[in-house]
């Protein structure tokens, strides 16, 4: 079973984190009703004894957010405790995964200078960490070192005809445009 390095500390299991997150998610989603539940939870999850109103109680317990009995599970506390900031409305969900940052590693703000609100250049650099067995110290020197410095919609037009080249290879796609510029920046 894969576990995850949390933010406060804890490890816990990663379908389990990524299970309470969808839940929590969910609910943040929802606007101010879901906003609320979750605020309380993160209360609760401070304070066992926080009382949470009967429509929250229930969205929480549905979601087994809370036990049946009330009582907040450990892995969920931890997970609530590792991506709630903030004190009561005035809270902020984030990623509850304990960041390993090393001088490799990409910046948020460095991965959105080169995304420049490009979903779709977005959707693919996040997917090839996630899915497509790109490791985050590839993924720094791709961001550092993009074909000719280009970013966004230049960056995305890049990709778009390397894939589109008649000689490309079946099945190219943007894991194989990240390990090609690594290639050539590592040799």
Known sequence: MEMLALNNGSSEPKTAVIATMMSLKGLWDK?????????????????PKHSIANDELKALKDL????????????????????????????????????????DTPSLDEIDA????IFGLQQCIMGSVDHGGITMQE??????????????????????????????????GFVDFIREVVAQETN
């Open 139 to 172: 993924l720094g020197v791709f961001i550092r070192n993009t074909p000719d410095g280009k970013k966004g919609e230049a960056l995305w037009r890049e990709f778009t005809s390397q894939r589109d080249k008649p000689d490309a290879k079946e099945g190219y």
């Open 114 to 117: 080169v995304i420049d609100g």
């Open 64 to 103: 087994a957010l809370i036990q049946p009995n009330g009582r907040v599970h450990d892995t969920t506390k931890n997970v609530v405790l590792s991506a709630i900031t903030g004190k009561s409305f005035d809270i902020k969900m984030g990623s509850p995964i304990k960041q390993m940052a090393s001088a």
């Open 31 to 47: 606007g101010i009703p879901g906003i609320c539940a979750v605020s309380d939870l993160y209360e609760r999850c401070q304070n």
